[in-house]
């Protein structure tokens, strides 16, 4: 990595907001962090993409460490990228 050591790293981060519907009222999904800051609030489901891994991976990747939910039908609504 030399040859990219002046370069400035960037952190990339997916969060998964998941919505039910239980037949009369609209879910959303949150769990309490578990670290600070911010740490036992109420959060979305977040985290930062790895090397070599799709978004879509680590939406699954994270999804499953935050609640131990598989297999969840995941849509990627929009990928914000100004800075």
Known sequence: MIKYSSQT???VAVDCIVFGFDGKDYKLLMVQRGF???K??????GGFLQP???LD????RILKQLTGLE???LE???TFSHP
């Open 76 to 78: 990627q609504m929009h």
């Open 36 to 38: 600070a800051p911010e």
């Open 40 to 45: 036992e609030k109420w959060s979305l489901m």
């Open 52 to 54: 070599r891994e799709t």
């Open 9 to 11: 790293r960037v952190l």
């Open 71 to 73: 297999n969840v039908y």
């Open 57 to 60: 991976e680590a939406a699954n």
